[in-house]
């Protein structure tokens, strides 16, 4: 069964139709109030300013181009993204906040009410930091002499468009298909790449030598394309056995093998979400001291910010100090969401629970530890080919192409997120699809 085929039965059942037309709704109004410019705005200077500022292509990467036209989407859902990881962070380090998190449905609502809350903050005072910056740019984006009600607007304004993503992307994952957040980001790639495509081709010359880069780059994004795919996919099986057991009474139930899947990289695409979030982290406080005095020690380090911590620094050094930086994070928050979402000690209380074991090693304790080093060891693979992808690769590829390394930076990064949330969203559809006929989405 091929594809048009599968997503044809898989459109025919209604309930399945109804969460894809909502999805799709929800996307497409996003897509149309990324286009919806906050007036007062300067377009050339913008693009003066996306132009030479690497860090600021990826942000406008997540937010769909919404950034670098300043839409009123345009900080995108980095805020929510940031109230979710010290959440996170807060469930590892506060006692508390972890036995709520444990307290099933009503502890998971109250994390989440607070990541809103938390969002809130967040998002206001990156807005006063990004209208702070682009009263001070060179040329100014926005006019230098607004009062506080024009500024104020200005950050409600953005707030008010982040906390609108916030709530798409949980009606997405409540009533639609797939992840709500992840898609929303995904659909932002799609949205901007024929403008991206067009734009960077046009500023090219008319030989067809020049076109070759992008050709070379081209066949560099398939196998990349294609490595993902099979990295995504990639799952290391772990041997369980059940033991023979006695149900209901007197029905002997037979012992049976099977396998517990874990998958190389189980963190997805979230550690390099993570960590792009974070790396933005110390420009946002920067700008807050772009207005201040000029003699000022605190003015002197927003401008070394600014003009070092970006992928493409002015000097080899701050290149290697940055790209360093981020593939550690990368590698960090790869172990620190699997660690998260995939629980060794609750996987085995739930084998020896169900009366499940691995061959050859002592329910409990045993188990769990033996899970641990297992994860470990898949884990670093899969922590490696994230660092590999989205920070070696895309300079690897500009030294070899020519192209400019900032393009490197948002087409390899583009890849990965495209592909991973693509093969995230046609599993969950698969499941859907089995679940209302014991068909797969594709087979």
Known sequence: MNFLEALYNAVRLPELRNKLLFTGFLLI???????????????????????????????????????????????????????????QLMTVVSTRIEEISKEGELGRRRITRWSRYLTVALAGLQAYGLTVLFQHTNPTILPADLDWFQRSTIIITLTSGTVMLMWFGELITEHGIGNGISLIIFAGIIGRAPRTIITTLQGQGGAIQDYFPFLLFAVVALVVTAGIIEVQQAVRKVPIQSAQRIAGGSRTVASRSSFLPIRVNTAGVIPIIFAISVMFFPTIIANYFAAAPQTTWYYKVSQWIQTYFQPTGPNLYADIAYNGIYFLLVFFFTYFYTS????????????????????????????ADYLNAVLNRITFAGAIFLGMITVVLPIATSRITGINQQQMYLGGTAILIVVGVALDTMKQLETQLIMRQYRGFIR
């Open 29 to 87: 109004v996003f897509r149309l109030f990324a286009n919806v410019t906050i007036p007062g705005a300067s377009a050339a200077a913008l693009q003066a300013l996306f132009g030479k500022t690497a860090l600021l292509g990826l942000l406008d990467l997540f937010s769909g181009g919404g950034l670098s036209t300043f839409s009123i989407v345009a900080m995108g859902l980095n805020p929510y993204i940031n109230a979710t990881i010290i959440m």
């Open 340 to 367: 998260v979402t995939f629980k060794v000690d609750e996987v085995a209380d739930n084998l020896k629970r169900y009366s499940s074991f691995i061959p050859g090693i002592r329910p409990g304790r045993p188990t």
